[in-house]
């Protein structure tokens, strides 16, 4: 994805005061950082693979010991910069980092859904990662109850259908376990962990009235039902 189309997206979603459901996926990313800080050691050298709307860095910053951003849209990296002032924020595409030190842990946070060649930025992070780290690995999940609904209803004829929302935040695909998985192998990584987020029953877009408690609740039942039915899904990888 080149420089021009992550301004696109940048402006047309991540800046921009347009888009109403931006709490929906708000309240996911906290309960997601919640997660995280469960699951991983804070005395890590982290970095995270985009900006988007900056919720994930402004909590996570204040956990772990050092934290970088890789953002290739200049409008998001000044955004970042002025938001987050203690995080180091370096302006690059992903095909063109190259870090001065390896990292203990790498947020590839629903960043495989909009590259161009997903198994090579895969193996890109192959070279950022110190030998014993680990890479979280969180995309949408094309098998979720409200796409299996929205099947079932003739609202889209197949499950990887990609939706005005999708195009407007600039997804190239959606997954299922099994393809991301498959990316994965092939890319050298062995899966440590996985997980599901969101129990969404419906898109958002449908869901704007929900109170916000609702959406707390159904996504702290992100442990309860199986991965492969919550509206994201995660893997926690390291190298073979």
């Known amino acids: ?113 909009h590259v161009n060649e997903p198994i090579e930025i895969l193996r890109l992070m192959r070279k950022w990662i110190k030998p014993e780290g680990e890479i979280v690995i969180l995309v949408p999940n094309k098998n979720s109850i409200h796409r299996l609904l929205a099947k079932e209803m003739g609202m889209i004829e197949n499950l990887d259908d990609l939706s005005p929302r999708d195009y407007l935040v600039g997804h190239q695909r959606v997954y299922d376990l099994k393809e991301l998985k498959k990316d994965i192998d092939s890319a050298g990584f062995k899966v440590v962990n996985e997980a599901g987020f969101f129990l969404k029953p419906l898109p958002n877009s449908m869901m704007m009235e929900y109170d916000h408690e609702l959406l707390i609740a159904m996504n702290s039942l992100s442990n309860v039902f199986p991965a492969n ?12």
Not at 229 to 240: F, G, P, Q, V
Request: proline share 2%; with cysteine; charged share 25%.
């Open 229 to 240: 039915l919550m509206a994201n899904i995660c893997l926690t990888i390291k190298s073979i």
């Open 1 to 113: 994805m080149i420089g021009e189309e992550l301004e696109r997206i940048a402006n047309n979603y991540h800046v921009s005061q347009d888009p109403k459901d931006k709490f929906i996926e708000d309240i996911s990313q906290q309960y997601f950082c919640s997660w995280v800080q469960e699951k991983f050691s804070n005395n890590q050298y982290v970095c995270e693979m985009g900006y988007g709307e900056g919720n994930t860095a402004r909590v996570l910053r204040h956990y772990f010991d050092e934290y970088t951003v890789i953002e290739g849209a200049a409008s998001l990296v000044k955004k970042a910069r002025c938001d987050s002032p203690n995080i180091t924020v370096i302006e690059t595409l992903f095909e063109s980092f190259d870090p001065e030190k390896k990292f203990d842990l790498i947020l590839a946070l629903h960043v495989l859904e």
